[in-house]
C-alpha cells in the first residue's frame, strides 16, 4: 500500500504561500486540504504565480470549517504545528495517512485546538529572537521530515545532469 500524506492549511491568508504549498504537494504526491475563509480568492494572480500551474496535479478538498474538516477526517492521525509546541517535529514517528496541520499566518492554529491535542503539537526548533519560519517553509520542512522517514517512496531520488553520463 502506498504511503499517504496530508497537508492541512487552516485559514490561510497569503496567496503566495499556499500556491507554494500546493507546489510542494504536487511535487511529492501529498493530498492538500484548506480549510476557509481563505484571505484570498483562488484566481488571485499571486497564487498563480506561485504554483497554480500545479493545481490540475493537485489532489485538493476544501472544507468550510475546522469543525467540517474534522467531521470529514474523524479518526485521524493529526500532527499540529506551532510555535507554542514543545516537541520538536523530528522527535515523532509519522503515521500512515497523517496529517500535518498549519494555521494562518498571523494567528497560527487556534490555542483551545493546541490545549486539547498538546501531546500531538510539534515545533520546528529555531532561535528564539525570530517569531516563526514563513508557513511555506514550514510546510516543506514538516512535509519532507514526514517522507524521510517514510524513505521517500514513490518520489525520483536521483537527478540528472543534462550531457553528463555519471
Known amino acids: 500500500m502506498a504511503n499517504v500524506l496530508n497537508i492541512v492549511l487552516v485559514e490561510p491568508e497569503i ?6 504549498v500546493a507546489r510542494t504537494a504536487a511535487a511529492v504526491g501529498a493530498r492538500l486540504h484548506i480549510v476557509k475563509p481563505m484571505g484570498f480568492e483562488i484566481t488571485d494572480k499571486k497564487l498563480k504565480r506561485a504554483g497554480l500551474d500545479y493545481w490540475d ?16 477526517n474523524a479518526g485521524g492521525s493529526f500532527y499540529y504545528f506551532s510555535t507554542k509546541a514543545l516537541k520538536a517535529h523530528s ?3 509519522y503515521e ?3 496529517f500535518l496541520v498549519f494555521g494562518k499566518e498571523t494567528k497560527g492554529l487556534p490555542e483551545e485546538l493546541l490545549r486539547a491535542n498538546k501531546n500531538r503539537c ?4 529555531m532561535r528564539g529572537i525570530i517569531r516563526s519560519l514563513n508557513l511555506s517553509n514550514a510546510v516543506a520542512v514538516g512535509t519532507y521530515e514526514a517522507l524521510r522517514q517514510w524513505g521517500y517512496p514513490q518520489l525520483e531520488q536521483r537527478g540528472q545532469l543534462h550531457n553528463l553520463k555519471w
Not at 496567496?15 to 507554494?20: A, L, Y
Open 15 to 20: 496567496p503566495q504561500n499556499t500556491g507554494n
Open 57 to 72: 496535479k493537485l489532489d485538493l478538498t476544501y472544507y468550510d470549517s475546522l469543525a467540517d474538516f474534522f467531521a470529514e
Open 91 to 93: 522527535e515523532v514517528s
Open 96 to 98: 500512515n495517512g497523517c
Open 122 to 125: 510539534v515545533r520546528l526548533p
